[in-house]
């Protein structure tokens, strides 16, 4: 049977399909889209990729034979990868007594098991998980996390993808607490293409989302996104205010905020999982957005959310760009994080060939 991996990598580079000649235009650009999104994940992930890779084959070749300090190396390897200790310690056991019960001595012979044990602990019970949308009306998502973790541009590049999905978008300049975040955040209407309600510099947070919400009502708009200040856990004014603004959501429309999307930055690592630890307690979280994974060498960090936070990872930061905000897709996540370049030379020259 062939392993989940090379199952994996038929379906993503959908070798059958393209040969068969016979497809529709809608299917063509939909092979095109999803093949681009591929790259993407390819391209954002690449750091975590080398990283990951080039150790664990460092570390095979260095040992001759399997023994406890390889494994004592393996699991300081993936420790420094950002997969949470607990599911390290349930990998190595268990690479252990597979080892021991198939009577393995080369460490080139776990390479395989290791990589479809993490894709099997990550997949366990995960599937895709779709943005909440409100199709009787309008639509209102909530922004909040630490400061820095990229709140506001996630915010840009997702009201530019639901521009190009053809839905009436506006954003609400709900951050009056740092100088500049207003004009950062008009910057990524105007260049998005879509309509702000802001106000100035100290005004209540709460009746800015407010006259948003008015604002969007009365023009019909499908989806209002609310950046907020970005606040530590521990200042307790600042979450006071967060409870203030979901409060006034609700009794605008009592099913809303849709989505309540937490931010965490992929290059704070653990920490970044702290801080969210201590968020989750105080706001009702619906889903992660995992930024600038373009940035990290420890991709790991996405098992651990899983495995210690409990929420859905919905959208990925992979990039700086308008267009590098992807829908988290585990399955094109691991694929990125694991595909070798070689093997997939064959992929790249059919895909030449598409654009040509
Ligand atoms: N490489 C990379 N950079 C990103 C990504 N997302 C955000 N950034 C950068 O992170 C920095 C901070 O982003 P902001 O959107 O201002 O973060 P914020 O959470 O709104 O910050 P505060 O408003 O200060 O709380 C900016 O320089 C962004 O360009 C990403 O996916 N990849
Ligand atoms: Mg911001």
Known sequence: MSSFFDRLKNKFSKKEELVEDL?????????????LITEKFKK??????DNFSNALNNLISSYREINEEFFDDLEELLIQSDVSYNTVLDLVDYLKEESQRKNLKDPSDLKDMIIEKLVEIYMEGTSKVDLNINNDGLTIYLFVGVNGVGKTTSIGKLAYNFRQEGKKV???????FR???IDQLAVWAKRSGVDIVKSHEGADAASVIFDAIQSAKAKGVDVLLCDTAGRLQNKNHLMKELEKIVRIIKREIPDAPHEVLLTIDATTGQNGILQAKTFKEVSDVTGVILTKLDGTAKGGIVIAIKKELDIPVKLVG????????EVFDPEQYIYGLFYTENKDSENDKLEENIDN
Request: glycine share 10%; net charge negative.
């Open 44 to 49: 954002g992930l690449k750091k975590s990729r």
């Open 179 to 181: 100088a500049g975040a």
């Open 318 to 325: 992979l990039g700086e760009n308008i267009n590098d905000l």
């Open 170 to 176: 506006m954003l609400a300049a709900g951050d009056t």
């Open 23 to 35: 497809i529709s235009i809608e299917e063509y650009e939909e092979l095109v889209e999803s093949q």
